[in-house]
């Protein structure tokens, strides 16, 4: 059986030859130890400051807020995307179902559906997705990188063909208050939505058995195959939390924006990747959080939010970005080696 | 029965290429079968295989380079943005960029030991922020006319794109089926520790295999460079996924080890085929994009299955031994 | 496997014995090769040709490379080998294009080029340009801000994708009309939004954070400067800045109507298609036609939008 590429940190700890002996037994812990798996915290902390110091408006909790908001959407995709990769899998069509979702939200609206039935329906879609890239991938063995970009393409061309590529406006005023609305006035709904979220998955992923068995999924990959039904199952619920993660974003999206776009989550589907990574999440299955997630996801959003900030002319926003990610990944693979 | 399977499943992309051949010559014989459409269909995938080659040897090594197509576009920008200097150093320029972005990308890999899906999503974004800032958002124009021989000039019925394809193809083919480097390549992608242990430089292999995909790339961009006297900022956005896909078709495994290059220049005939079948048909937008995805999924999915079915007689065979 | 080939082979079948577009067409055939198909501009073109193609029995195939320049020039190369008549192109790129119209031409079809022009090398090879083009947008929606601002003030700009035609030109369409008007402008941001509404509201919450000051924000479609809009209404700074943009959606002209956004260039989508299949036509039947065929860009503003209205789509 072919053998996945190896994550280099999944290889047991060979002793290194930085550490000396101790005197009291034991191995000295190297300086960096603490920071092993934190690394996404630590580039907050110098991003944080570094902002700071290079803008006075960057540390205003209006800033700061507007960061969070800014994120919060990417933010509820990755933490689908994040729950996924803990199986070893990840899913490239939620750019598509974002833009469904919110589609056939308002559709359904239109043709006079109440605001929970709406909703309903664009939830299930995303579910529908969710079960169709997880019975594929699952049932079949393929390969889950490419089964999910088909499946992106269809739901994408779905979403052109059900608007013919025009706008759609929602018909119920109540609709938008779900992207919009602030809570106390200045904390937005989908904040919440998206913190609320991390931490209640986290504490499923930590506490209750159907979590454990996430992890469980992931690391069987690589040890061997074991294929009882809960695994199996527990693996579909993963795709379909994600997909179903990815069309709640969707439609909070329309709402904030208020109008339907089936290219509005283009770019979604490599960030989301990029946040949880970036957070810590192997792309191996296994290791990581949601609430680690937050942390990758803050992170993009101070970066864009600090290219703006410095008015950073577009051509050379892609260069910091891609300087950046490489710094952290470079940065995050020497501390776990050492 | 089962060497039938194994042949078969080996020659897939060839078969998918002579399932569209028909397909689309019976249902517009006049505009799909005609030798004017055959030089098209050979001259713009001419533009893509280089870098489905490369493609194909970095997943055979267990890796995947997703800055395929930055690295195309910035090539092509630089193979039109030099010739004030003379179009051969244009032309050097481009393929030691493409090189140089492999370097980086192999050290990233090796030392950096960074995951490939990571180390050239990076760089994807790091060379197309290079390329904008190169341009400054313009697209250039081309100031020797004898440059575009190579893209779009023919020698007889056969474009001259298609004849630098093929002494590439025979290149590659030399080097994974018989050089010894190539066929490394083989063995890190199935099993790094084992090749390992069995004395194979990993790392000179993985260099070897992502300076290849950015030098491929460069080519692809050179040709397009030379086919349209022109270089745009907005090239290559496609070029992960359809390289990808092209290679996949033609029977290479995410997980590395396997794939011939062969079968990933079917791989792209197939994906090219299927684009100007739908073009000639007028298909509109919305169903070529599903009828790619549908194939795309059935393909995966039938070769994932016969792969498990394949599994599954193996371990019966050797149940019953 | 055998399976496999017998699969594909029956699933392509199927989906093309019922795509295959029937033979008889009496009017001309018309292949509209777009930039991409996911704009509600672009459909409104799109439209456009299809309603007036009626009136001409004419056939219609679109076909849409999604900003991809060597796409566009193998779709413009699919309609020379499907024998059309015309060839309609809007450039995603407008020195790409120029080797495949020249093929086209030499085959004796006839190119028009729509909305977005191709280099002056190429036009040689091309019968007309019809629509507006993006640098005319910018250039009015630049005369609209030194008009509103009395010729001086702080201006942003959201802009499209980077690196794509019509941002590119936008943007300098705009700044030539301030050079035009000698008036003292400063650009204090020009930050893109890839043409999301969604991106715009955010990065204007940015700028907005950044500059306590600003008299204009210029959006370089509807979408994003209605986003950047609400990133304003948001913060209670509707009456400090003045909000541009280009295309002339419904929503937009609502804006205007109601006094929350300043100004936008109408493009005249819907007409752009129109006129392109007359011209067709009139090729085809051998009659002349002017090289170029501006739709105007109607500036839309307080004043005129009673006038424009109807328009507005």
């Known amino acids: 059986m072919n053998s996945q590429e190896v994550d280099p940190s999944r290889r047991p700890d060979v002793p290194s030859n930085k550490a000396p002996p101790a005197k009291s037994g034991g191995r000295r812990r190297h300086w960096s130890e603490p920071l092993r798996n934190q690394t996404a915290v630590v580039l907050l902390v110098v991003l944080v400051i570094a902002g700071s110091l290079l803008s006075d408006v960057f540390l205003t909790p209006r800033n700061l807020l507007n960061i969070l908001w800014a994120v919060s959407l990417l933010g509820i995709v990755s933490l689908g995307q994040t729950v996924l990769l803990l199986t070893a899998r990840f899913d490239m069509s939620v750019a598509g179902v974002v833009g469904l979702a919110g589609i056939v939200t308002v559709l359904a609206q239109i043709n006079g559906f109440g605001l929970i039935a709406s909703i309903g329906f664009g939830l299930g879609s995303g579910v529908l997705v969710g079960l169709c890239n997880g019975v594929l991938v699952l049932a079949t063995g393929a390969n889950p990188f490419l089964v999910t970009l088909a499946v992106n393409l269809l739901v994408y061309s779905l979403a052109l063909s059900l608007t013919?590529?025009?706008?759609?406006?929602?018909?119920?005023?109540?609709?938008?208050?779900?992207?919009?609305?602030?809570?106390?006035?200045?904390?937005?709904?989908?904040?919440?939505?998206?913190?609320?979220?991390?931490?209640?998955?986290?504490?499923?992923?930590?506490r209750t058995i159907p979590g454990r068995t996430i992890y469980v999924a992931g690391l069987n990959e690589v040890a061997g195959r074991l294929s009882g039904l809960r695994l199996q199952i527990t693996k579909l619920s993963a795709f379909v939390l994600c997909s179903g993660l990815a069309a709640l974003t969707g439609i909070i999206m329309t709402s904030r924006i208020n109008s339907t776009i089936a290219s509005s989550g283009f770019g979604m589907e490599f960030d989301s990747i990029i946040a949880a990574v970036l957070g810590g999440t192997s792309l191996f299955g296994g290791r990581g959080g949601t609430l680690r997630t937050i942390v990758g996801v803050v992170v993009l959003g101070v970066i864009n939010n600090l290219l703006v900030l410095l008015n950073v002319p577009s051509e050379a926003q892609q260069i910091a970005k891609g300087l950046v990610f490489l710094a952290v990944v470079l940065a995050d693979s020497a501390l776990r080696r050492s | 029965m089962k060497r039938l399977l194994g042949l078969l499943e080996n020659h897939s992309a060839a078969l998918l290429v002579f399932g569209l051949v028909i397909a689309f010559g019976s249902s517009a014989p006049a505009t799909f079968l005609t030798g004017s459409n055959f030089e098209n269909i050979a001259r713009q995938i001419s533009l893509d295989a280089p870098m489905v080659f490369g493609q194909m040897v970095v997943l055979i090594a267990g890796g995947i380079d997703i800055s395929v197509g930055s690295t195309m576009a910035m090539a092509a920008s630089l193979a039109i943005g030099l010739q004030p200097y003379g179009t051969p150093v244009a032309v050097l320029g481009a393929l030691g960029f493409g090189l140089g972005v492999g370097i980086v990308n192999g050290l990233l890999v090796t030392k950096g030991k960074i995951v490939a899906?990571?180390?050239?999503?990076?760089?994807?974004s790091l060379v197309r922020g290079l390329l904008l800032t190169y341009t400054g958002q313009a697209s250039l124009v081309g100031i020797d006319p004898a440059f575009t021989f190579w893209g779009d000039g023919q020698i007889g019925p056969v474009p001259v794109s298609f004849l630098v394809v093929l002494a590439m193809l025979l290149g590659l083919y030399a080097l994974l089926g018989h050089l010894r480097q190539g066929r490394n390549l083989y063995a890190i992608g199935g099993n790094k520790d084992a090749a390992f242990l069995g004395g194979v430089s990993v790392n000179k292999g993985l260099m070897l295999a992502f300076m290849l995909s950015g030098l491929m790339a460069a080519v692809s961009g050179v040709l397009v460079a030379s086919r349209l006297n022109s270089a745009s900022v907005q090239l290559g956005a496609d070029a992960p996924l359809m390289s990808i896909s092209a290679a996949l078709i033609g029977g290479a495994s995410l997980f590395g080890g396997k794939g011939s290059i062969i079968a990933a220049f079917f791989g792209v005939l197939a994906l090219g085929i299927l684009n100007n079948g739908m073009n000639l048909l007028g298909v509109p937008t919305y169903t070529q994009i599903a009828v790619r995805a549908l194939i795309l999924i059935t393909i995966v999915v039938i070769d994932a299955l016969a792969t498990r079915l394949r599994r599954a007689e193996l371990d019966n065979a050797r149940i019953l031994e | 496997m055998f399976m496999k080939k017998l699969g594909v082979r029956l699933v392509l079948c199927a989906t093309f014995a019922t795509l295959a577009a029937p033979a008889f067409a009496q009017g001309p055939t018309i292949c509209m090769v777009h930039n991409n198909a996911d704009h509600p501009s672009i459909t409104a073109v799109a439209k456009g040709m299809s309603d007036e193609a009626a009136n001409f029995g004419a056939e219609i195939t679109f076909l849409d490379p999604a900003f991809d320049p060597v796409k566009q020039v193998a779709m413009?190369?699919?309609?020379?080998?499907?024998?059309?008549?015309?060839?309609?192109?809007?450039?995603?790129?407008?020195?790409?294009?120029?080797?495949?119209?020249?093929?086209?031409?030499?085959?004796?079809?006839?190119?028009?080029?729509?909305?977005?022009?191709?280099?002056?090398?190429?036009?040689?090879?091309?019968?007309?340009?019809?629509?507006?083009?993006?640098?005319?947008?910018?250039?009015?929606?630049?005369?609209?801000?030194?008009?509103?601002?009395?010729?001086?003030?702080?201006?942003?700009?959201?802009?499209?994708?980077t690196g794509q035609t019509d941002s590119v030109n936008r943007t300098s369409g705009m700044e030539a009309a301030f050079k035009d008007a000698n008036a003292t402008i400063e650009l204090i941001a020009v930050q893109p939004a890839d043409w999301s509404k969604d991106k715009a509201m955010t990065v204007m919450q940015d700028v907005l954070t950044r500059f306590p000051q600003i008299d204009a924000v210029f959006g370089h479609d509807d979408p994003m400067a209605l986003g950047a809009l609400e990133a304003i209404k948001a913060q209670g700074r509707e009456a400090e800045i003045k909000v541009f943009g280009v295309n002339g959606n419904k929503e937009a002209c609502a804006a205007i109507k109601s006094g929350e956004m300043y100004g936008t260039a109408l493009q005249l989508s819907y007409l752009v298609g129109v006129y392109t299949v007359r011209a067709a036509y009139d090729l085809t039947q051998g009659r002349l036609i002017s090289k170029t065929i501006l739709a105007p860009t109607a500036p839309v503003t307080p004043e005129t939008v009673a006038q424009w209205e109807g328009q507005c789509w």
């Open chain 3, 76 to 161: 413009i190369e699919d309609c020379v080998s499907r024998k059309a008549n015309v060839i309609v192109v809007n450039a995603v790129d407008p020195a790409a294009v120029v080797p495949a119209i020249k093929k086209a031409k030499e085959a004796g079809i006839f190119v028009i080029m729509q909305n977005a022009d191709t280099t002056p090398e190429g036009k040689g090879f091309t019968e007309a340009f019809i629509g507006s083009q993006s640098f005319d947008q910018g250039y009015a929606v630049g005369e609209m801000i030194v008009k509103a601002l009395n010729g001086a003030g702080k201006v942003a700009v959201i802009t499209g994708k």
């Open chain 1, 164 to 206: 013919e590529s025009k706008t759609l406006y929602a018909t119920i005023p109540e609709f938008n208050l779900i992207g919009r609305g602030q809570l106390f006035g200045f904390l937005h709904y989908s904040v919440i939505v998206f913190l609320a979220l991390a931490v209640g998955l986290e504490f499923v992923l930590r």
């Open chain 2, 117 to 124: 899906f990571v180390a050239t999503l990076g760089t994807m």
